[in-house]
Each structure stands twice: as structure tokens, then as C-alpha cells.
């Protein structure tokens, strides 16, 4: 499925198992860029998919949000927490050299809400847990 919001292309994918519906979103466009635009994605999303469980690759992420002195990735996430919509973004997190940052990562994959994982299939075994 692909969704077009004012010149944007997201492609969409949506796995199911049993009753549980996950969307792998797929942008060349970075996502997330602020407060408003993650309400935007939530709304956008959901309209199109019906999911409340969402994939996306940490490059569709900008810097930004990966730089916890900014506090844009706890008032984002925060959204998608008062949303009651499930995150998981998917990349290499290994070579991560902030300690507030690894922190961060560890303590948010402890929880339900959104992780922070290497694979799409880890994602969805997550997502789907939930």
C-alpha cells in the first residue's frame, strides 16, 4: 500500500497474526521531525492502516531525535504513549557511544510502549507480544 501525503511516498506493509495488526512504514523522507509532524504520522497512519502498532528504520529518524539534550525523541514518544500507539524502530544501535543515549534505548526495551531493535522480524515479534 502506498500513501501520498503532499508529495511524500510512504509505502506501507501491514503484517497480521491472530488479531494483532502491525504497519511497517517505509519513507525515503525523514518522519518524526517534530511534535507536530509525529501527531501527523500517528493520525496518518492509523486513517490508512488501522493499525496502532508501527515499524519504522531509524534512517527515516533525523539526528535529532538520537540526541536526548534536544528532548525531542521523549516529547515524541511521548505522543505516540498518549496516542496509544506502539513504536518500534528498527537499525544498528550497537555502535551507540552516548551513555544517556544506550540508557535510553535499554530502559525504553524494557517496557511496552516503543523499542529500539536490529531486525524487522524482532520488531514484530515485539509488536505483536502487545
Request: aromatic residues 12%.
Amino acid at each position: 500500500m502506498t500513501v501520498c501525503k503532499e508529495g511524500d511516498t510512504i509505502q506501507l506493509q501491514i503484517f497480521q497474526q491472530e488479531n494483532s495488526k502491525v504497519v511497517f512504514v517505509e519513507s525515503d523522507d525523514l518522519l518524526l521531525t517534530d511534535v507536530q509532524s509525529a501527531i501527523q504520522f500517528i493520525s496518518d497512519i492509523y486513517e490508512e492502516s488501522s493499525c496502532s502498532k508501527i515499524i519504522i528504520k531509524k534512517e527515516s529518524i533525523p539526528e535529532e531525535f538520537f540526541d536526548l539534550k534536544t528532548k525531542l525523541a521523549g516529547e515524541v514518544l511521548q505522543k505516540f504513549v498518549n496516542y496509544q500507539t506502539k513504536l518500534a524502530i528498527v537499525g544498528d544501535f550497537q555502535s551507540i557511544t552516548s551513555k544517556s543515549l544506550h540508557d535510553f534505548i535499554y530502559e525504553s526495551n524494557k517496557g511496552r510502549d516503543f523499542f529500539f531493535v536490529a531486525t524487522i522480524e524482532e520488531a514484530l515479534a515485539r509488536l505483536h507480544r502487545w
